[in-house]
């Protein structure tokens, strides 16, 4: 729709003929609402790397609270340091956060984009307010998640680095912990979308989902953008199923840098490395895509990544660039992953409950499989795969009773059917 009323305005005014009907202006596009920095004041910009870079001693009370939250990146690290910083990932999610946060204050007309020139203007509690609101109308949730993460940077910048008046910090603490999920625990939501999977249709549709897109890319008469996003999809699917990382560390991965190909009982296979200072909790990740998936990368590589952007572009490493020369926007993978998923295999997904449904089916074909779903999804003890799995595990403890059950109930009626039997030749 917002296409055809941009096309028909644009038909308005270079055609003399064409018709004078006014359909209206653009309809604004609300799916990506971030800004980008220059939208800004450089001041902005500036305040928030300063507040990145802060020096070891200034990072004591966030790092701590990360540690005993668990509701961000917690730094694997005895001190949570990196060489006295923050791990480059963290950094990042931290700036684009605030990108966030100050894009929702003008998107909502709370204040004009040129007033924001600090993180004073940016950091309060009013402001706060305003971004929850937006985002919970926005995602449904009415705590964790992103609302948590906002809530969290907001009462630690005004704690340690604005050093605002003792009632408004006491404000924004309070926030805060109302809105944080439980630390290290699946949230409701997600266990909803991970229950889908008790359908043994969706199992199988989710394991093919990869499959799926491609098919569907490759039906296409011609290399377009439809074509093109079906298969960086299906190749970005088959990622998360082979490897269960994160969708940060998918959408960064570089073809010089995380990239490697190798042979496995004759077959070409693709390794992903993922040094530590790129992954959450700090353990380098190495993971092997299986020869179907390795055959997806290939093809990808061949005929659709060309198409993504422009040929001076496309020297850039990332394996999913995007039109500017970076790498494809996390917003955008999960955006397109959700979509596509729904419409082609009728699934309520997100790229973190594909790392769940593996754990699920690791559980599901053993149940002490605990260790297996550590390794896998790359938790740093056993301990948080329990805590996480904690809502699935009794439901497939009592499935598991429920199959013995029925076991034995069949079990008496196939004795009860040969007692009946000899009874009938005696």
């Keep these: 729709m917002r296409g055809t009323v941009a096309a028909w305005a644009h038909g308005r005014r270079h055609c003399p003929d064409w018709p004078g009907i006014d359909l209206g202006a653009p309809l604004a596009e609300t799916r990506f609402y971030a800004l980008p920095w220059s939208s800004f004041p450089a001041g902005f910009a500036e305040d928030v790397e300063s507040w990145l870079a802060r020096p070891e001693a200034e990072l004591e009370h966030l790092l701590a609270a990360i540690s005993k939250t668990g509701s961000l990146p917690v730094p694997a690290s005895p001190k949570g340091r990196n060489n006295g910083t923050l791990r480059a990932r963290t950094i990042s999610n931290y700036r684009d956060a605030l990108r966030r946060a100050a894009s929702i204050l003008v998107r909502t007309g709370h204040c004009d984009a040129a007033h924001i020139t600090s993180l004073t203007t940016v950091v309060g509690v009013a402001e706060l307010q305003c971004v929850l609101s937006f985002l919970a109308a926005r995602t449904g949730r009415q705590k964790g998640g992103h609302l948590g993460y906002i809530a969290f940077l907001y009462y630690f910048i005004a704690r340690d680095y604005l050093r605002l008046p003792q009632g408004k910090i006491t404000q924004l603490e309070y ?252």
């Design 175 to 426: 926030l805060w912990t109302s809105l944080r999920g439980a630390p290290g625990e699946m949230s409701p939501r997600s266990f909803e979308r991970l229950c889908q999977f008790d359908d043994d249709a969706k199992t199988v549709n989710m394991a093919l989902l990869p499959t799926s897109l491609a098919r569907a890319a490759r039906k296409r008469d011609k290399v377009d953008t439809r074509a093109i996003k079906l298969m960086r999809t299906a190749l970005f699917t088959a990622i998360a199923l082979d490897t269960g990382l994160r969708v940060g560390n998918i959408v960064n991965l570089q073809l010089d840098k995380h990239v490697t190909f190798a042979t496995r009982n004759k077959q070409r296979i693709a390794v992903l490395t993922n040094p530590g200072e790129e992954v959450k909790n700090g353990r380098t990740l190495i993971s092997e895509l299986r020869p179907e998936s390795t055959a997806l990368l290939d093809l990808w590589l061949a005929e659709y990544r060309p198409g993504t952007c422009a040929p001076e572009r496309l020297q850039a490493p990332y394996l999913f660039p995007s039109q500017s020369g970076g790498h494809l926007a996390t917003s955008l993978a999960l955006q397109s992953f959700k979509d596509l998923a729904a419409y082609h295999a009728g699934l309520d997904v997100t790229p973190h409950v594909t790392r769940a449904y593996l754990g699920k089916l690791l559980l599901e074909e053993n149940p002490d499989a605990h260790s297996t779903v550590q390794a896998v999804l790359g938790h740093n003890s056993v301990e948080t795969t329990l805590r996480f799995y904690a809502p699935v595990r009794p439901l497939l403890a009592k499935r598991r009773a429920q199959r013995l059950l029925l076991a034995k109930q069949q079990q008496r009626s196939g004795q009860r059917a040969l007692l009946k039997g000899q009874q009938n030749e005696r």
